[in-house]
């Protein structure tokens, strides 16, 4: 079945680097945009990051831009967040989520369990 | 970029209710929106997509209707299951915003 399990998390100093892993499988992970979104502890969802299908195209939240890199290696069916720099507020769930395209529409479905990340001294 | 404004950001209800969560894009996004539930601790997972079509597997008693501006989820007859968070999101451009989300109590 199609499943999307995310890695990486932990607890990180601020000012430190972590990278996240996305592993896909039971679909053709080189066809489909990725993203990433996280969520802060008891507040909402936050859009992060998006890959087209071929890493041609990328583009980010402002609250990221010039910290985080989204990158995929699709021989190996993955989706990367490095995460440079990371603040205090960086402190959240992040999810991979595939983004299924009709049309000019889309929507994200599945998302990843999540991995936690935690940044503090 | 776009803002989604969710109403209300909670709501107390009883089993068997009909309750109506409202979600205001901050420009013009067509039919571009989806709804998303949310149980403690878990992802995510779709509901209704397209403002009005209902995720395969998702039971009828939910419904989604709007376009342009301003858009409801509708659920109907509520079960002990339906008492989560849900989300509205617009795909209409990046980046693809969320709401800030409506918390369904039980009363």
């Known amino acids: 079945q199609v499943q999307l399990v995310e890695s990486g998390g932990g607890v990180v100093q601020p000012g430190r680097s972590l990278r996240l892993s996305c592993a896909a499988s039971?679909?053709?992970?080189?066809?489909?945009?990725m993203h990433w979104v996280r969520q802060a502890p008891g507040k909402g969802l936050e859009w992060v990051a998006v890959i087209w299908h071929d890493g041609g195209n990328k583009y980010y939240a402002d609250s990221v831009k010039g910290r985080f890199t989204i990158s995929r290696d699709n021989s190996k069916n993955t989706l990367y967040l490095q995460m440079n720099s990371l603040r205090v507020e960086d402190t959240a769930v992040f999810y991979c989520a595939r983004e299924i395209p009709s049309g000019s529409f889309s929507w994200f479905d599945p998302w990843g369990q999540g991995t936690l990340v935690t940044v503090s001294s | 970029d776009i803002q989604m404004t969710q109403s209300p950001s909670s709501l107390s209800a009883s089993v068997g209710d009909r309750v109506t969560i409202t979600c205001r894009a901050s420009?013009?996004?067509?039919?571009?929106l989806n709804w998303y539930e949310q149980e403690p601790g878990k992802a995510p997972k779709l509901l209704i997509y397209v403002a009005s079509s209902l995720q395969s597997g998702v039971p009828s008693r939910f419904s989604g209707s709007g376009s342009g501006t301003d858009f409801t989820l509708t659920i109907n007859s509520l079960q002990p299951e339906d008492f989560v968070t849900y989300y509205c999101q617009q795909s209409y451009s990046t980046p693809h915003t969320f709401g800030q989300g409506t918390k369904l109590e039980i009363k």
């Open positions: 420009q013009s996004i067509s039919s571009h």
């Open positions: 039971g679909f053709s992970f080189s066809n489909y945009v």
